[in-house]
């Protein structure tokens, strides 16, 4: 792009291709097709040499075509979906600006914003004497959480490395898969992580999780982290988090809350109180799932300041970077280098809905899946896992199983659905995250589950 005039029709064509497949009330929905189909079909081979902007933007609406459309609400496999207006805006201004939010020398005013988002979230979650770190997902929140307890456990393992073979984790059977890899990541091995059975309604089995954990010290293990989860994947159930929180304080292990689906139930004054974060010693908050923000936005908070500088010990070499305001120099305490500001599309959404607009959008969230329940109890050919705690309904046909309702679903009514194992079935996963559903589209749903169901059945 030689000149503006250029530049600026380029990017009206790019906005005219958005606004087709992602501004407009009536959305296109993806076009299906098997990868190896699509493979071939597609030309998406690198050229020698550039080509024009005419073909280059009919290849880029091409791949849009095939792409989900996460807008939709009939995009629902992922615990995110639907979105808020003025935080995609952020990330277009975000994309656009291109700071590195290591330093306040390379990002100026943009530090101010991430600061004052951790600073709401803090305020939130209850957490007055805390700090905060922005990181690329609630996988990496989880993470940097365990690099917290081993330097609880053992002060000065970040520096002098330790033995991670003696110690013990324990986190739910139900809990994310994040809580394995970090369990990898911090040298402490995957198999020292203890799974601890679920109870029916899907939390931490309490008694479970005392015994083991008592097992383990008499084998001559060092417990030293519980992993609590504040809204499971599949079913959205909270852990008993203040009895875990008990035996946590009582063995001085370090609680972590992984809360980055459920965090942002914090927003809910009916629901706070149920979720018991003040109680944790760490929490991991993912922004782009419940409320609305692109990918990536999560937190991990800290209960009491001072944890990250000990978690991340200053480096000895950067010294190239680090120079001016080292209380506003982020890049310290962060797993990466140059990122951007993910702070800044949440921001603009509180700027725009406020604290007490998340809460409404949050409500409504709740009432989806309280409504969804109820209009699955009235299918009989359907079952209901068990009343939502929160925003996922877990459910089956009688008729035909789950695995073949989703693929269906998927390839012929443009749906994604996912499915899980819950004790002897599989069950269809709805997470009500995205809240441009409404109770007739849930109608809708349901009754074509129902559909299919008896069509592939007879
Ligand atoms: C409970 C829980 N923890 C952690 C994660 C991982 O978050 P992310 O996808 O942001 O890495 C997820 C993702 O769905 C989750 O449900």
Redesign the pocket.
């Known amino acids: 792009m030689d000149n503006h005039d250029t530049l600026e029709a380029f990017y009206r064509r790019i906005w005219e291709i958005l606004d087709r497949h992602y501004c407009r009330e009536a959305m296109p929905t993806e076009q299906f097709s098997p990868p190896d189909v699509l493979d071939r079909q597609m030309d998406i081979a690198i050229p020698a040499q550039g080509i024009d902007t005419d073909t280059l933007l009919e290849k880029l609406e091409t791949l849009l075509t095939y792409t989900p459309n996460t807008r939709q609400p009939g995009y629902m496999t992922?615990?995110f979906g639907g979105r808020v207006d003025a935080a995609y805006a952020g990330k277009l201004v975000t994309t656009m600006a291109n700071n590195a939010m290591h330093t306040y020398k390379a990002a100026g005013a943009q530090i101010l914003v991430e600061r004052e988002v951790l600073d709401f979230m803090l305020k939130v979650a209850d957490l007055p004497r805390g700090e905060g770190a922005m990181t690329?997902?609630?996988?990496?929140?989880?993470f940097i959480a365990m690099k917290l307890a081993r330097e609880h456990a053992v002060p000065g393992a970040e520096m002098h490395g330790w033995d991670g073979r003696r110690y013990r984790a324990y986190t739910s059977a139900a809990?994310?898969?994040?809580?394995e890899a970090a369990a990898g990541n911090i040298g402490l091995g995957e198999r020292n992580l203890v799974s601890v059975p679920v109870t029916t309604n899907g939390k931490m089995d309490v008694q479970a999780l005392a015994e083991r954990i008592h097992a383990d010290q008499q084998a001559g293990f060092i417990p030293f982290y519980i992993n609590a989860?504040?809204?499971?994947?599949v079913l959205g159930a909270i852990d008993p988090v203040a009895e875990i929180a008990s035996i946590a304080r009582r063995e001085n292990l370090w609680l972590h809350l992984?809360?980055?689906?459920?965090g942002s139930l914090l927003l809910s004054h009916r629901m706070r109180n149920r979720l018991g974060c003040a109680y944790g010693d760490s929490l991991?908050w993912?922004a782009?799932?419940m409320m609305g923000i692109p990918?990536?936005c999560?937190v991990i908070l800290i209960k009491e300041k001072g944890w990250l500088d000990k978690a991340f010990q200053a480096p000895a070499q950067g010294d190239y970077l680090f120079q001016t305001y080292p209380e506003y120099n982020p890049g310290r305490n962060s797993n990466q280098c140059a990122r951007t500001n993910d702070a800044l599309p949440l921001w603009m959404a509180l700027q725009n809905l406020g604290r007490d607009g998340y809460e409404a959008r949050t409500e409504r969230q709740l009432a989806l899946a309280r409504y969804a329940a109820k209009r699955i109890t009235d299918h009989t050919d359907m079952v209901l896992y068990t009343e939502p705690e929160t925003i996922n309904v877990c459910f089956r046909s009688r008729h035909l199983d789950s695995e073949t309702v989703c693929r269906i679903l998927d390839e012929t009514h443009g749906i994604k659905l996912s499915f899980a194992r819950l004790d002897h079935h599989t069950y269809l996963r709805l997470v009500c995250v995205n809240p441009d559903m409404d109770k007739a589209f849930i109608d809708n749903l349901t009754d074509k589950i129902h559909y299919i169901a008896t069509q592939e059945s007879s």
């Open positions: 992922t615990l690329p997902g609630g996988t990496a929140s989880n809990s994310h898969y994040a809580i989860t504040v809204g499971t994947s992984d809360a980055a689906f459920g991991s993912d782009h799932k990918l990536t999560s």
